[in-house]
Nanobody, 118 residues
């Protein structure tokens, strides 16, 4: 199983970025897909998740109203659309795949760095 995340980079506060994570060798539609992030010196935190068919999503309070998580099962890809980026959004973003809401992390991607400057 391989989860390949991409789309990170440098942004200014207020900008938008869209992260993608493509799964290989995974029955993609059987997994809830999630995005986590880890900022320097902080613990990894759940940012958002999307259900197997994409009908239900969850976003943490810190990003609700600014970020959107979605998926395309035909492309085995999950997305994190990040709008109105803030400096506190600076982190390494990881995608993950899990069979259930109790365990969202059966598999991890390698992470993509998002750096937001003022």
């Amino acid at each position: 199983v391989q989860l390949q995340a991409s789309g990170g980079g440098l942004a200014q506060a207020g900008d938008s970025l869209k992260l993608s994570c493509t799964a290989n060798h995974l029955n993609f539609a059987d997994y809830i897909m999630a995005w986590f992030r880890q900022a320097p010196g902080r613990e990894r935190e759940l940012v958002g998740a999307v259900s197997w068919k994409g009908g239900t999503s969850y976003l943490s309070e810190s990003v609700k109203g600014r970020f959107t998580v979605s998926r395309d099962n035909d492309k085995n890809t999950v997305y994190l659309q990040m709008n109105n980026l803030q400096i506190d959004d600076t982190a390494v973003y990881y995608c993950a795949a899990g069979k259930s809401v109790r365990k969202l992390t059966d598999y991890w991607g390698q992470g993509t760095l998002v750096t937001v400057s003022s």
